[in-house]
């Protein structure tokens, strides 16, 4: 990596990130900013190998830039390193276009082993994203194959029943009757093997029904 683009708020960490990416690559050229605004004018003035990005800047989230870069630098390989480790921020990053997501908890040697990795075609993981990943996807993959047998009406109506609808106010919302309800319902807990409405409104939630 010949150049790079450190884009962190805080001082002492942005300098904690400036020696960390020196280790990985010490004959880089290595530029900060500090907010998105500066971040943005410096983009727009030069090209950059790698750009280090943090999600929580004073003007705005990181993930703009992470856009910006993506689709404006699609040469520069854009890595995240944040506190925030939940599956929305990594999911809504990795998304918008990072290649690698490190936590800045990680002990200084597996933040700078990680960074290495990329040069060999790796992405930059902590191994808690790399878990989380996997287990967003093993859910998200569960949750598809347990409603893939409902047809479109059953999807309906638990979409209802997930929502805390009693059967009467599903049969006026759909059109049908309060016994056609209850036989979808049957049917619905047969096919995903629950048994009470706190199960089908999770399982609702889940396969993004409500």
């Known amino acids: 990596m010949k150049t790079i683009l450190i884009i962190e708020d805080i001082a002492e960490t942005r300098l904690w990130l400036r ?9 880089s050229d290595i530029q900060e900013a500090s907010t998105i605004r500066e971040a943005a004018a410096i983009i727009a003035r030069n090209a950059f190998d790698l750009a280090i990005v943090d999600l929580g800047l004073p003007d705005g989230n990181g993930t703009n830039i992470i856009a910006a870069l ?17 599956d929305a921020s990594v999911v809504t990053a990795l998304a918008k276009g990072a290649h690698g997501y490190l936590l800045k908890d990680s002990p200084q040697e597996a933040f700078v082993r990680q960074l290495t990795l990329i040069e060999q075609g790796a992405p930059a993981l902590s191994p808690a ?3 989380r990943i996997m287990e967003h996807f093993r859910r998200t993959a569960i949750a598809e194959n347990e409603g893939s047998d409902l047809t479109p009406r059953e999807r309906d109506v638990l979409g209802l029943i997930g929502r805390g609808l009693r059967n009467s106010e599903a049969a006026r919302a759909l059109g049908l009757s309060e016994n056609t309800i209850a036989s979808h319902i049957k049917s619905v ?3 995903l093997g629950i048994s009470t409405r706190a199960e089908a409104a999770l399982l609702a939630a889940r396969l993004g029904l409500t």
Do not use: C, L
């Open 19 to 27: 020696e960390t990416a020196h280790m990985a690559f010490p004959d």
């Open 189 to 191: 807990y047969a096919k």
């Open 129 to 131: 994203i790399a878990r």
């Open 70 to 86: 993506s689709s404006g630098r699609p040469e520069t390989t854009i890595v995240v390193a944040t506190v925030m480790g939940d």
